[in-house]
């Protein structure tokens, strides 16, 4: 069981250990699931070899199979030994487990993936590299950058709403209490050089404040437009 290192209040020095025997037990866990991938595909070479010769066509092994039609002809090209004879319906049932048994594979090494993906947040937090990352769970170095790089996309997203709605909802906060006149208009001048400069950060303006309506009594008189249309006699 890979438990999941908590790095709340912790040095940074601890934190990146603890990362490193997460993705450690992470690396041995990979291991142990290729060893036993590894040992169930000369099986399944031998299964597919046997619906072949039993009268499967390449399409159809390699459809029930689940691998690729030129993977099955190679095997089927390369092998040497004879195999044993079965019937058709028993070489079919046993390719339909075999299909099984991939997907499930499949399921599991996406959890094991998940479980390696749980701690991108506090790597990168603690400045974690991707070489270092890569190198102790053995993934490719193009796999771990790429999740690096979505991480980091949320982690932009997020940020970016914290300061957007942080401006938005400024301008209902109060300064303190205690500021003299002179302190009080540096504080409004500072907050909104901070709300200006947030918004043009993301490409944003501030939106102009319509003016308040004018009483009735202060209103001009809208002139009409067009031709005055004359009342015949």
């Known amino acids: 069981m890979i438990s999941d290192p908590r790095l709340h209040g912790k040095t940074r020095e601890e934190a990146v250990e603890e990362i490193r025997v997460y993705l450690t037990r992470i690396e041995r866990r990979r291991k142990r699931f290729q060893a036993t991938s590894q040992n169930q595909l000369r099986e399944v070479r031998t299964r597919v070899v046997e619906a ?69 947040r506090r790597a990168i937090a ?21 999740w690096f790089a979505s991480v980091r996309k949320r982690l932009e997203q997020s940020q970016r709403r914290r300061e957007l709605a942080s401006v938005r909802q400024g301008k209902a906060n109060r300064p303190p209490q205690e500021l003299s006149p002179v302190e009080y208009e540096r504080w409004l001048a500072r907050e ?9 950060r993301y490409g944003m303006r501030s939106r102009r404040k319509k003016s308040a309506p004018l009483p009735e009594g202060n209103r001009l008189p809208v002139k009409s437009r067009g031709r005055r249309r004359h009342r015949r006699k």
Not at 69 to 92: G, Q
Not at 103 to 120: G, T
Not at 126 to 146: I, K
């Open 192 to 200: 909104k050089q901070r709300r200006i400069a947030v918004l043009q």
């Open 52 to 120: 072949v010769a039993a009268g499967l066509a390449h399409e159809e092994a390699a459809a029930a199979a689940g691998y690729q039609l030129a993977t099955v002809s190679k095997w089927v090209a390369k092998r040497k030994t004879p195999v044993r004879a079965v019937d058709l319906e028993t070489a079919r049932c046993r390719l339909d487990k075999i299909r099984e048994r991939q997907r499930s594979m499949a399921a599991a090494e996406l959890r094991i993936a998940n479980k390696a993906r749980l701690v991108l």
């Open 126 to 146: 603690v400045e974690f590299t991707a070489e270092e990352f890569a190198g102790l769970t053995n993934y490719e170095l193009t796999t771990v950058e790429r």
